[in-house]
């Protein structure tokens, strides 16, 4: 299992410079602004598991866990993305104080205040147990009816 998960890391290590630096340079070929695309675009392509997941939870009827899913892995990116950005900037050198231009501080506060929309969202979901989406998924794994999404053979051969 820890090989896997060397592979993985290195496999991401060696991509995700290169998409970055080609993500901005397809968005300035077409005139859009490279924050804009840092910001938004990359982290849609970053998310595309959760949407997969979700979208499996939502085709077998469970719409709760979807969208709970969805929600809690944004609170989850949001929430780091906000409270690293100062540790990073210190170890990177830059000093105790975080110099944001009007723009950062913008977004700065769009991030948090999603953050906060997000928790709310979760909250106000009522009572969808934040472990329910990975107990459910591992039951489905586990069983032979119809939201596994692959057929047990070893249940289907006794």
Same mark, same amino acid.
């Given at each position: 299992?820890?090989?896997?998960?060397?592979?993985?890391?290195?496999?991401?290590?060696?991509?995700?410079?290169?998409?970055?630096?080609?993500?901005?340079?397809?968005?300035?070929?077409?005139?859009?602004?490279?924050?804009?695309?840092?910001?938004?675009?990359?982290?849609?392509?970053?998310?595309?598991?959760?949407?997969?997941?979700?979208?499996?939870?939502?085709?077998?009827?469970?719409?709760?866990?979807?969208?709970?899913?969805?929600?809690?892995?944004?609170?989850?990116?949001?929430?780091?993305?906000?409270?690293?950005?100062? +540790?990073?900037?210190?170890?990177?050198?830059?000093?105790?104080?975080?110099?944001?231009?009007?723009?950062?501080?913008?977004?700065?506060?769009?991030?948090?205040?999603?953050?906060?929309?997000?928790?709310?969202?979760?909250?106000?979901?009522?009572?969808?147990?934040?472990?329910?989406?990975?107990?459910?998924?591992?039951?489905?794994?586990?069983?032979?009816?119809?939201?596994? +999404?692959?057929?047990?053979?070893?249940?289907?051969?006794?």
């Amino acid at each position: 299992m820890e090989g896997l998960f060397v592979f993985a890391a290195a496999v991401i290590l060696a991509c995700a410079e290169p998409f970055a630096h080609n993500l901005i340079a397809a968005g300035t070929r077409l005139g859009i602004d490279r924050f804009l695309l840092v910001q938004w675009l990359a982290p849609l392509a970053s998310e595309a598991p959760e949407f997969i997941v979700a979208i499996l939870f939502a085709i077998r009827g469970n719409a709760g866990a979807a969208i709970g899913t969805l929600i809690s892995s944004k609170v989850n990116q949001w929430t780091l993305l906000v409270g690293s950005l100062p +540790p990073a900037y210190l170890l990177g050198g830059g000093g105790a104080g975080l110099h944001l231009d009007a723009r950062q501080i913008e977004e700065f506060l769009l991030t948090a205040t999603q953050t906060l929309l997000g928790v709310a969202a979760l909250l106000a979901l009522g009572g969808v147990d934040a472990a329910e989406p990975v107990r459910h998924s591992v039951r489905a794994a586990r069983s032979d009816g119809p939201l596994c +999404p692959v057929r047990c053979r070893r249940r289907s051969a006794r």
